[in-house]
């Protein structure tokens, strides 16, 4: 049964504090933490994790950049804002959505029967128009946890996953609560229907203006080892099969699903300078997810696992890592130094380790 939910507020300055230890540790070399404890199967960490050798920074050289960006903030000032972070449905009849061509970062994560769906994270840059919103999952608190306590707004959610929510560095925002958020799009039918603004939901929050701390490291100088790639294949599932091809001309990897451009509503192609393709392991359960039996998808992103990272048309492997929930992921490259991101969005691909992933020369 999907439950409605509440408007949780928490402080913001334990998790302030918690970062600022984590990177302490993480420049002393010192073993990776413990995985916070939510009660679900998923969040046991890997004991394999090794120290990272450095935090997440940028090397863009004058004036504020964008925290999950790495670009130059607009005007010269970062918003003085929280993350916020939209679920969109991401099946067939939910395409072409709106926004996620305005998002610093976007998630894409596999849920029952392997079909994915989107967390489009905005700061510094906002839309109007997001959507359609759909309902969370297990893994959105292991995506969001690293955010510095962003607004999460979804639609709703089943009990368990709800209470996840309710107990994690997230403001939740559901639109089963939050009504005024929810706008409806009158071209789409339900449950396509349902779309909101970045404007709506920082004016609700507005007493929060805490922009979050860096998650990724930037650099515009392209890092060695790279492999030289023209696309990656990531078949999810029928419904969920990814091509990003890289186009030298915009700088860019442009996404297809099954071989057919992947478009905002009224745009373009969706095209992302950096493609993370976090390899995590995946379980089934233990609650079931819609009336035809799909058992809720867990991914373990606590640990460590192996890693591309696709940037100026090349593949650079590594591992990411991952200390705990409220830890960011680091992308490290064998040699063991941070592999940084082309400063610009990200599109994080998390993918089964039992998914077969391709590439083209």
């Not at 071209?187 to 004016?203: E, K, L």
């Not at 060695?224 to 030298?248: L, Q």
């Not at 490290?332 to 998914?355: K, M, Q, R, S």
Request: aromatic residues 6%; hydrophobic residues 40%; contains cysteine.
């Amino acid at each position: 049964m999907r439950q409605r939910g509440r408007h949780v507020r928490r402080s913001r300055t334990g998790i302030r504090t918690w970062l600022i230890i984590g990177a302490a540790v993480l420049v002393l070399g010192a073993g990776a933490g413990v995985a916070l404890a939510l009660g679900t199967k998923h969040q046991t960490p890997n004991k394999d994790v090794r120290a990272v050798v450095s935090v997440p920074s940028t090397t863009q050289a004058d004036g504020p950049v964008c925290p999950l960006t790495g670009t130059p903030a607009p005007g010269g000032v970062v918003p003085q804002r929280p993350a916020v972070a939209v679920k969109v449905d991401n099946y067939p009849a939910a395409r072409p959505q709106s926004g996620l061509d305005q998002a610093d970062i976007v998630f894409e994560e596999p849920v029952e029967s392997l079909i994915t769906r989107l967390v489009a994270v905005f700061q510094c840059q906002s839309s109007s128009f997001v959507g359609p919103v759909r309902s969370a999952r297990a893994v959105d608190v292991q995506i969001l946890s690293q955010l510095s306590h962003p607004l999460f707004v979804h639609a709703g959610g089943i009990n368990p996953v709800i209470a996840l929510l309710q107990a994690a560095p997230i403001t939740d925002d559901n639109l089963f609560t939050h009504s005024g958020l929810t706008i409806n799009n009158p071209q789409r039918v339900a449950p396509y229907a349902t779309y909101t603004s970045t404007s709506a939901v920082w004016a609700l929050n507005s007493s929060d203006t805490t922009p979050p701390a860096p998650i990724f490291t930037y650099a515009t100088s392209v890092p060695a080892g790279g492999t030289p790639i023209s696309s990656i294949n990531i078949p999810f599932s029928s419904t969920s099969n990814v091509t990003w091809t890289w186009n030298a001309s915009s700088g860019e990897w442009m996404l297809s699903y099954s071989g057919v451009p992947a478009t905002v509503a009224g745009g373009g192609q969706i095209a992302f300078p950096n493609i993370v393709v976090q390899r995590v392991v995946i379980s089934y359960g233990p609650w079931l997810e819609n009336d035809e039996g799909g058992l809720e998808v867990q991914s373990q992103m606590i640990g460590s696992g192996s890693l591309e990272v696709l940037r100026n048309g090349q593949m650079i492997s590594g591992t990411w890592q991952r200390a705990s929930e409220t830890s960011p992921t680091s992308l490290v490259a064998a040699n063991g130094t941070t592999i940084p991101l082309t400063p610009g969005p990200t599109w994080v691909e998390i993918v089964p380790t039992i998914t077969n992933v391709t590439t083209q020369p």
